[in-house]
């Protein structure tokens, strides 16, 4: 059974940086693209990052590029969010996500973690 298990979510001050961790298990992900996205209060759902898990491409929404980054650890098939920078409009559910590279459907979602950022 596939599990993508997400930690490291928490209240930080603007300014501030957390980092995100997806434990992913129950595959092999070497063929997957692994994905984070997050949702905030009344908002859509949107893609934060996502990286290839063989080849190691990224991808970065224009909101987080030079602030967050995307990384993977084959040893612990972990997926991490490197978040600096934190601004208050950064607040959301973040989610761990997987989909195969040779489509464009998440199929695997962990069950998120709340980002908090403060003024």
């Known amino acids: 059974q596939v599990q993508l298990v997400e930690s490291g979510g928490g209240l930080v001050q603007a300014g501030g940086s957390l980092r995100l961790s997806c434990a992913a298990s129950g595959r092999t992900f070497r063929t997957y693209t692994m994905g984070w996205f997050r949702q905030a209060p009344g908002k859509e759902r949107e893609i934060v990052a996502a990286?290839?898990?063989?080849?190691?491409?990224?991808h970065y929404a224009n909101s987080v590029k030079g602030r967050f980054t995307i990384s993977r650890d084959f040893a612990k098939n972990t997926v991490y969010l490197q978040m600096n920078s934190l601004k208050p409009e950064d607040t959301a559910v973040y989610y761990c996500a997987a989909r195969p590279d040779y489509t464009s459907i998440f199929d695997y979602w962990g069950q998120g973690t709340q980002v908090t950022v403060s003024s």
């Open positions: 990286i290839s898990w063989s080849a190691g491409n990224t």
